[in-house]
Nanobody, 121 residues
Framework: QVQLVESGGGLVQAGGSLRLSCAAS????????LGWYRQVPGKQRELVAR???????NYADSTKGRFTISRDNAKNTVYLQMNSLKPEDTAVYYC???????????????WGQGTQVTVSS
């Protein structure tokens, strides 16, 4: 399995911004859909945003207009720019890759370890 590594989480006041990054721990030839999900204790993990290899994006209704997902295919990195943060955005954020092609094989449904985002009111 390929490990994805997130960074950029932290504590921010309501109305502030954070930028999350996620990269694979090994060399990636290509990837398909990359996404960000979030989870709070006692609730199911939910989609925040995702982006295809061609740059098509979709967002959860709660994040439209505030969050922007992007990717750098040359660096095999996906980003999540989060603006106008609200206390209800507090969660552990995970990145996901539905398909990763490496020199050693193809890996499906890879996840990061998660990064905590806390928004104070």
């Amino acid at each position: 399995q390929v490990q994805l590594v997130e960074s950029g989480g932290g504590l921010v006041q309501a109305g502030g911004s954070l930028r999350l990054s996620c990269a694979a721990s090994v060399n990636i030839v290509s990837s398909n859909v990359l996404g960000w999900y979030r989870q709070v204790p006692g609730k199911q993990r939910e989609l925040v945003a995702r982006i295809t290899s061609g740059g098509r994006t979709n967002y959860a209704d709660s994040t439209k207009g505030r969050f922007t997902i992007s990717r750098d295919n040359a660096k095999n990195t996906v980003y999540l720019q989060m603006n106008s943060l609200k206390p209800e955005d507090t969660a552990v954020y995970y990145c996901n890759a539905d398909t990763l092609i490496t020199p050693w094989g193809t890996f499906y449904d890879s996840w990061g370890q998660g990064t905590q985002v806390t928004v104070s009111s």
